[in-house]
């Protein structure tokens, strides 16, 4: 199983990038995919993940500006990211789980996740 993340740059404020998850190893469809983002002296946090269900879940402070999507024929996963704010500069990463069809649960720890992928750093200029 292997995750590759891309796709993070250098931006204004109100500015948009696309974060990539590339994925090998394993069957996208039966995996929730998460993001997610640590700042330099915080704790890591949760941003969104992508359910098998492909049911979307989002941490408060990025609802309407990030979109998670996945594209299973590409076997990766996209982070949308639009209306940038200095407070979401930050090294992200994205995460796999194995889930049953039947699992809804969304997965906002960490430890809900067995694979990781290498970050991609994300700078926001004021």
């Known amino acids: 199983v292997q995750l590759q993340a891309s796709g993070g740059g250098s931006v204004q404020a109100g500015g948009s990038l696309r974060l990539s998850c590339a994925t090998s190893g394993f069957t996208l469809d039966y995996y929730a995919i998460g993001w997610f983002r640590q700042a330099p002296g915080k704790q890591q946090e949760f941003v969104a993940t992508i359910l098998r269900s492909r049911r979307e879940d989002y941490t408060d402070s990025v609802k309407g500006r990030f979109t998670i999507s996945r594209d299973s024929a590409k076997k990766t996963v996209y982070l949308e990211m639009n209306n940038l704010e200095p407070a979401d500069a930050a090294v992200y990463y994205c995460?796999?789980?194995?889930?049953?069809?039947?699992?809804?649960?969304?997965?906002?720890?960490?430890?809900?996740?067995?694979?990781w992928g290498q970050g991609t750093l994300v700078t926001v200029s004021s």
């Open positions: 995460a796999a789980k194995y889930t049953i069809a039947s699992d809804g649960r969304s997965r906002r720890a960490p430890e809900d996740y067995d694979f």
